[in-house]
């Protein structure tokens, strides 16, 4: 299985409710970023977190990272249907390549 | 700040043509990196570039593939030949330094015909 594998594959919620999204990745990394596509469009960028850092916030958006499970989380907290996407985890493993490995997403869908 | 822009949008070939991609990074960053999606698939890595500079191209097919990042000018991905399996969206990204989030263009959706 690939580096970066997100869990669920799918989440359908209803708006207001907190939304989890899980990653686990296989190597060591210096970090990892969350990102959105909407259907037919470019990423988003959302959030980095690096391999020293265990939490970090941005408005509705919170990541947590643990290294020593390999793995990552984001929660988004009182959906809209404006969040509905797909949201990628994506590891960046360091040695100055600054390339990032992608998962393969969790498609969500928050419903009025 | 137009962004990263990419163009074409969308781009028809026949198999056996060559494909051309543009991709104009944000102003002030001076990395880019090239994309390609498969349909219900994540992002698969394909080069890393700097001015004048191939950084990584682990993820490039051995053949029929090439990127450039000139001096002046955009980004470009050429495939020469293209086949079916060649058909996906590409996707250009852009950062001003390593560390960094990427920002991505809506990218370019080839179809091979």
């Known amino acids: 299985s690939q580096q970066g594998e997100e869990d669920p594959q799918a989440l359908s919620i209803q708006e207001g409710e907190n939304a989890t999204m899980n990653c686990s990745y296989k190597?060591?990394?210096?970090?990892l970023q969350w990102y959105r596509q909407n259907s037919g469009r470019g990423l988003v960028h959302l959030i980095l977190i690096r391999s020293n850092e265990r939490e970090k916030h941005s408005g509705r958006l919170r990541v947590t990272l643990d290294t020593s499970k390999k793995s990552s989380s984001l929660l988004i907290t009182a959906s809209r249907a404006a969040d509905t996407a797909s949201y990628f985890c994506a590891t960046d493993a360091g040695g100055g390549g600054n390339k990032l490995t992608f998962g393969t997403g969790t498609q969500l869908k928050v419903e009025l | 700040n137009a962004g990263v822009m990419q163009n074409p949008r969308h781009l028809v070939r026949r198999r056996g043509q060559e494909a051309r991609l543009r991709c104009s990074p944000m102003?002030?960053?001076?990395?880019v990196y090239w994309y390609r999606q498969l349909p219900e698939e994540g992002l698969k890595f394909m080069v890393y570039?700097?001015?004048?500079?191939?950084?990584?191209e682990s993820g490039m097919p051995k053949e029929r593939f090439s990127a450039e990042f000139p001096k002046e000018g955009p980004s470009i991905l050429r495939i020469q030949q293209v086949v079916r399996g060649d058909s996906a969206a590409y996707f250009c990204?852009?950062?001003?330094?390593?560390?960094?989030?990427?920002?991505f263009g809506s990218g370019t959706r080839l179809t091979v015909v």
């Open positions: 190597t060591s990394i210096n970090n």
């Open positions: 990204a852009s950062s001003p330094d390593r560390d960094y989030g990427y920002t």
């Open positions: 570039l700097q001015k004048e500079n191939i950084i990584d």
């Open positions: 102003k002030g960053h001076s990395h």
